[in-house]
T-cell receptor, first 114, second 109 residues
Framework: NAGVTQTPKFQVLKTGQSMTLQCAQDMNHEYMSWYRQDPGMGLRLIHYSVGAGITDQGEVPNGYNVSRSTTEDFPLRLLSAAPSQTSVYFC?????????????FGQGTRLTVV | GIQVEQSPPDLILQEGANSTLRCNFSDSVNNLQWFHQNPWGQLINLFYIPSGTKQNGRLSATTVATERYSLLYISSSQTTDSGVYFCAGPKSNTGKLIFGQGTTLQVKP
């Protein structure tokens, strides 16, 4: 079982470059989300989606775009990378709804912006 | 106010010791989960525990939803238990997980 797969695992960008962090899940989960983790800050929600075609902002959305064209994929786009976006990024999915909400995380992407 | 609060923030144990980690959560958070973030940064699911008690080997967890708290018990700790333990729950039946700040555990040999 693959679960939640993130690519790449590591990335170094120059300030101003753009890139897309990929996230795919094979559990047919409705909800997917992106978090960033900075030292001493815990995990903070960037964007989330409650289903294909539906996205919304989280706690720290500035500088990031998302779209959800399929149930399986939820890419995160950095349009113009800034050093403040140096962080570890986690993608998560959960079934959604009022029942089982157990979330599963990908292995993370460590991004450095120089 | 703080929606998910963990204590203690840091914990140092000698190998073989037992410990209890606590997570308090507000009315807007439910369906608690416990995660272990290992030294390589991976987030490992430990327990999905909206209420009641679950056990998995040396680890167990109890959530008392009516009193808005959850406890994670680690018995006979090992050095591989080191890392950060997070509790989290979705906000009001959304997919938005609210995380506590974590408990950093160091188990010394």
């Amino acid at each position: 079982n693959a679960g939640v797969t993130q690519t790449p695992k590591f990335q170094v960008l120059k300030t101003g470059q753009s890139m897309t962090l990929q996230c795919a899940q094979d559990m047919n989960h409705e909800y997917m989300s992106w978090y960033r983790q900075d030292p001493g800050m815990g995990l903070r929600l960037i964007h989330y989606s409650v289903g294909a075609g539906i996205t919304d902002q989280g706690e720290v959305p500035n500088g990031y775009n998302v779209s959800r064209s399929t149930t399986e994929d939820f890419p995160l786009r950095l349009l113009s990378a800034a050093p403040s976006q140096t962080s570890v990024y986690f993608c998560a999915s959960n079934p959604g709804g009022a029942g089982n909400t157990e979330a599963f995380f990908g292995q993370g992407t460590r991004l450095t912006v120089v | 106010g703080i929606q998910v609060e963990q204590s203690p923030p840091d914990l140092i144990l000698q190998e073989g010791a037992n410990s209890t980690l606590r997570c308090n959560f507000s009315d807007s958070v439910n369906n608690l989960q416990w995660f272990h973030q290992n030294p390589w940064g991976q987030l490992i699911n430990l327990f999905y525990i909206p209420s009641g008690t679950k056990q998995n080997g040396r680890l167990s967890a109890t959530t008392v939803a009516t009193e808005r708290y959850s406890l994670l018990y680690i018995s006979s700790s090992q050095t591989t238990d080191s890392g950060v333990y997070f509790c989290a729950g979705p906000k009001s039946n959304t997919g938005k997980l609210i995380f506590g700040q974590g408990t950093t555990l160091q188990v010394k040999p």
